[in-house]
């Protein structure tokens, strides 16, 4: 499978395509995993579907279980290589999808490697008018049809 763009030049379809150059440590006809060229810590890797869609909503089920699959076998990989107790999985989708291409960053943490959430310093609303806003929406989706076969949702 190759990697499609109909727009703007995307270098991660290049990189999958083999038109720019990239250490590649995994692939397979779904994606392909490779190193960040701007590293959190030596080992952060890159798993990057060739599908080219910037929001993981476009992907599908199969895909994603594949990306969590091969993210575990990389935290794995990356323990046994750097002595690691800790790790971070991370995707930013949709309008915050920096290379209009969705992927993951896995990279392997250390005390005081001074990686850290940032955000803003405004108060952010916790209720439960929120999560059952939430809930209606997962129970209304293909997500609960696909995935709860019918089952009672369940919430707690």
């Excluded at 692939?27 to 080992?43: A, K, R, T, V």
Aim: proline share 3%; with cysteine; net charge negative.
């Amino acid at each position: 499978m190759s990697a499609e763009n109909f727009g703007e030049k995307c270098v991660f379809c290049e990189i999958i395509n083999r038109q720019a150059p990239a250490y590649i440590v995994y692939e397979n006809d779904q994606l392909m995993s490779f190193l960040d060229i701007e590293p959190i810590n030596e080992g952060h890797v890159l798993i990057v579907p060739k599908q080219h869609v910037d929001t993981i909503a476009e992907l599908s089920d199969g895909t994603l279980a594949d990306i969590m699959r091969i993210a575990k076998q990389m935290v794995v990989a990356l323990q046994k290589i750097y002595g690691n107790k800790g790790y971070s999985i991370m995707q930013n989708g949709g309008a915050c999808c920096d290379f209009g291409h969705a992927h993951f960053h896995v990279f392997p943490r250390y005390d005081a490697d001074g990686f850290g959430w940032t955000y803003g310093s405004e108060e952010k609303e916790i209720s439960e008018e929120i999560a059952e806003r939430i809930r209606t929406q997962l129970e209304s989706s293909e997500f609960h049809k696909r995935n709860n076969g019918g089952n009672e949702w369940k919430t707690k």
